[in-house]
């Protein structure tokens, strides 16, 4: 005859608190400022494709300049949009005693 298998009985998880997240509490990762230079990215991209729709097959924008706006679009401008912050202010620096226990 089989054995039954017995299935290992699981403890059930608390959950703390402290490390419980909401949405709600965390501020947005990227600032205005982000916004602003992602948007000019998409724009520098977007210029870059129309400059690529040009008839001609051998002119200049499609061959030259629209690479360079892509590349500058993707590569520079939209990870600098996404690494971006502004600089603290500069004062004196103040630190903290260290609290023993």
Do not use: D, T, W
Not at 64 to 71: A, H, K, N, Q, R
Request: aromatic residues 6%.
């Amino acid at each position: 005859m089989a054995k039954p298998i017995r299935k290992p009985i699981r403890k059930p998880v608390r959950k703390n608190e402290q490390n419980h997240r909401s949405l709600i509490s965390e501020p947005l990762p990227l600032g205005r400022e982000n916004y602003f230079i992602l948007g000019a990215g998409i724009l520098v991209i977007v210029a870059g494709y129309l400059a690529m729709l040009e008839g001609s097959v051998e002119g200049f924008l499609p061959l030259v300049l629209s690479p360079i706006l892509l590349v500058s679009g993707y590569c520079v401008v939209i990870p600098i949009g996404i690494m971006y912050r502004k600089s603290a202010p500069k004062g004196p620096a103040v630190a903290e005693p260290l609290k023993q226990a």
